[in-house]
């Protein structure tokens, strides 16, 4: 069993794929510049079938992270 931990700046950070069975987020939506980007990242990274848990400080904090994944979902149908 083995835990790691790492405190750096999520999108230039080199976090493989498919490599992790679960990721643990907890309060990190407010310190994260592109957070739709860094949620990519971080779904490339689990394994088939991992999990995922991401919990945030404020309930209507989610509304705000989902909107930041919308928006980046349309500009990339947008430009292509």
Request: proline fraction near 1%; aromatic fraction near 16%.
């Amino acid at each position: 069993f083995k835990v790691n931990s790492n405190n750096k700046n999520i999108l230039d950070a080199d976090i493989g794929e498919n490599k992790y069975d679960i990721i643990f987020l907890s309060g990190i939506y407010q310190h994260i510049q592109y957070p739709a980007l860094a949620l990519i990242k971080f779904i490339n990274a689990l394994k088939k079938n991992g999990l995922m848990y991401m919990g945030f400080y404020r309930s209507g904090e989610w509304k705000y992270f989902v909107i930041a994944i919308i928006r980046i979902l349309l500009e990339d149908n947008i430009q292509d």
